[in-house]
């Protein structure tokens, strides 16, 4: 499994569980991620830090109602445009392009497809 779908599954398992922080591993894609779900208020912060030699996110979450996975690292989704209309009204849903990590509507705007990873509503 890669490491950013397991680290959202710690975010989730953690908020499930009634705690209000996790530990993840350090990941580029993970920050990416936790970026978006900063600026739509599904984590109130990150940070990064060091324990003997290995960098750890210490996330601080705030509230996550539901999270679909769409691809799964054996099966992945593409979307074109047409799919993409499809999806833009749900809450928080990213797709892997390639100019990087997008939210769906930046790629509406774009007009880009890619690989969907994950909505968040």
């Given at each position: 499994?890669?490491?950013?779908y397991?680290?959202?599954?710690?975010?989730?398992?953690?908020?499930?569980?009634?705690?209000?922080?996790?530990?993840?591993?350090?990941?580029?894609?993970?920050?990416?991620?936790?970026?978006?779900?900063?600026?739509?208020?599904?984590?109130?912060?990150?940070?990064?830090?060091?324990?003997?030699?290995?960098?750890?996110?210490?996330?601080?979450?705030?509230?996550?109602?539901?999270?679909?996975?769409?691809?799964?690292?054996s099966?992945?989704?593409?979307?074109?445009?047409?799919?993409?209309?499809?999806?833009?009204?749900?809450?928080?849903?990213?797709?892997?392009?390639?100019?990087?990590?997008?939210?769906?509507?930046?790629?509406?705007k774009?007009?880009?497809?890619?690989?969907?990873?994950?909505?968040?509503?």
């Amino acid at each position: 499994m890669k490491i950013y779908y397991s680290n959202i599954n710690k975010i989730i398992n953690s908020y499930n569980s009634g705690k209000k922080f996790c530990i993840c591993k350090y990941n580029k894609y993970s920050l990416i991620i936790f970026g978006f779900f900063c600026e739509n208020k599904i984590i109130n912060n990150y940070f990064i830090f060091f324990i003997k030699e290995k960098i750890y996110i210490f996330v601080l979450i705030n509230k996550i109602f539901f999270l679909k996975f769409y691809t799964k690292p054996s099966k992945p989704i593409y979307l074109n445009l047409k799919k993409m209309k499809h999806f833009s009204n749900l809450g928080l849903t990213l797709l892997s392009t390639n100019i990087g990590i997008l939210d769906i509507k930046k790629c509406i705007k774009l007009e880009i497809g890619g690989k969907l990873i994950f909505s968040v509503l």
